[in-house]
């Protein structure tokens, strides 16, 4: 029986692996978590999204995975190297929660929702379908891709855990 391997990924970052493995991210608050999947092949991937945009920020061609318009098709492009194909991959989103409750959205540029919107965008431009969300809120998450089932578990201090 092959050993399960449990895999983190940093953020601004992001890993690909196939079944029977499990894609670990922690720390989302305003950042978003993009899990891909290929129930075809088991290939899947996580990509920890830290901001909306790269054509926002100085020297964004050093870390695509940090922003969600370049770091998707950077990840579909990893997958497809495995085996996966586009046509089949499906995606869940976790985080971009508010991390500053009663704090002036205007001020703060709502980072968590924007991550999601652009992340939802790229998402539909790539013509992949996003089968589960669990996004906004005001509480971080832990995130997890088993490439054995294609499931997302979704860990939120002092919340039960869900799958989605």
């Given at each position: 029986m092959e050993e399960i391997l449990e895999i983190h990924v940093g953020i601004a970052?992001?890993?690909?692996?196939?079944?029977?493995h499990r894609l670990i991210t922690v720390g989302l608050g305003s950042c978003v978590g993009v899990s891909l999947y290929d129930p075809g092949t088991g290939v899947g991937g996580l990509l920890h999204v830290m901001l909306p945009e790269a054509r926002q920020a100085a020297g964004n061609a050093l870390k695509p995975a940090k922003y969600a318009?370049?770091?998707?098709?950077?990840?579909?492009?990893a997958l497809r190297r495995e085996g996966a194909s586009l046509k089949r991959l499906e995606a869940k989103l976790a985080g971009g929660a508010q991390m500053f409750a009663g704090a002036d959205e205007k001020f703060l540029f709502n980072i968590g929702a924007r991550n999601a919107e652009i992340a939802r965008r790229?998402?539909?431009d790539l013509g992949i379908k996003i089968l589960a969300e669990d996004v906004g809120g005001t509480g971080g998450r832990t995130m997890i891709l088993d490439t054995a089932t294609g499931q997302v578990i979704i860990r939120m201090l002092g919340a039960r855990m869900k799958v989605i």
């Open positions: 970052d992001y890993k690909v692996t196939g079944k029977p318009d370049t770091g998707i098709p950077v990840l579909v492009d790229v998402l539909k």
